[in-house]
């Protein structure tokens, strides 16, 4: 029992952290919050009606969730598909990164449901297939399953099935071309989801280029984000590295800066072209124009230029601050499409409580629960024998029982 106990969360004495025990209480507020919103209804923890039946969780949850799990189908179509094996040691942690994003993506979703329990009825008595959003549903369902598929490899390292794990690695292209279709799908069928709303979004940020406004901006957030997250996953998981892990990563970051650039100098114009399509320039010197101005300046332009920068000048600092800005700004940019745009005329605006705050927050704590345990457990950060620690299970079963 002690090395069951050992194998599932460590060694107890050292989950007490003031991390651990902050991001404890989070979740736990959160699970009563979510009991209390599936017993009493959504009308008992938040602030949505029947003007605005959507708020922070699709806002936040779903729509800022589903562009920053971007990162697996884009590392991965880097990789399997464009050839460039260097950035192979981010396909593994990215694709969890994906997979961890999108179960709780669907999370939300199902909270913000009237009645989740009929959730399973759209898959198997579909009705109403012309519908966006069943399109949507219906492909963030499948590239989930694909996402499980292209990581499971990872738990058959850790099994120690090598034959298994040779003959998945032939999937691996497929599953890689899969995961782009179906994520081209549903990334642009979140932007048009707006487009049956054009008296209801503000002009400067309804467009008919919706969908492929989300598509491109889904490219550069994945990037951007796949940056923050192996710079804070290489600092805080270090011992599960080998130590050849360490010297190539601002290599493939300023890669990834580069990249990150060109898809936001082409995201910049396009923009200016579905202005100039809607020909709305007079609303620009308007409240709503001021932050229309400070999305597409402050959150585009300013970080393709210091994007362009720090790849010039090689300096990975900058590359990867101006990665958690970008992040900042597509969170900011589906807040405005899908919040404080939506309803720009109704006098009563929506504001989100603190539960639903809260719960938004549990999710991803739990989220981070996930991907550490995982990290720390499977071949994640590397697929050679880390420096420190243990890659298989039976390696860590073997330490274990030499602990006790």
Known sequence: MKKLIHLLVGDPRKLVTPFNLISGLIVLAGLVLIGLRLFKGLGAVTNLSQTTPWGLWIGFDVMCGVALAAGGYTIAATVHLFGLKDYEPLVRPAILTGLVGYVFVVAGLVLDLGQPWRMPFIMLFPRGVTSVLFEVGMCVSAYLTVQLLEFIPAFWEWLGWDRVRR??????????????????????????????APTKLHPL???????????????????????????????????????????????????????????????????LIGLADGNHWNLLNTPYGHLYLIEIVGFVALPC????????????????????????????????????????????????????????????TMGIWVFRWLVNRLPVMATEKPAVGANTLKELWVAEAERA
């Open 167 to 196: 003959f998945w690695s032939r999937l691996t292209i497929w599953l890689a071309i899969l995961g782009v279709v179906l994520s081209t799908l549903h990334q642009s069928s979140l932007g048009s989801l707006f487009l049956i």
């Open 205 to 271: 940020w309804y467009s008919m280029y919706l969908p492929l406004f989300f598509f491109i901006s889904s490219i550069f957030a994945g990037l951007s984000m796949v940056i923050v997250e192996s710079a804070l996953s290489h600092r805080l998981f270090a011992y599960r590295l080998s130590s050849s892990s360490h010297c190539d990563l601002d290599d493939l970051t300023l890669g990834l800066g580069k990249a990150a650039a060109v898809v936001l100098y082409v995201y910049f114009f396009l923009k």
């Open 305 to 364: 230029a210091l994007y362009v920068f720090g790849v010039r000048t090689r300096n990975v600092r900058v590359v990867r601050i101006t990665g958690v800005w970008t992040v900042m700004g597509i969170i900011l940019n589906r807040f405005n499409v899908s919040m404080i745009a939506m309803n720009w005329q109704s006098k009563s605006h929506y504001s989100p409580s603190w539960m639903e705050v809260t719960v938004s927050l549990a999710l991803v």
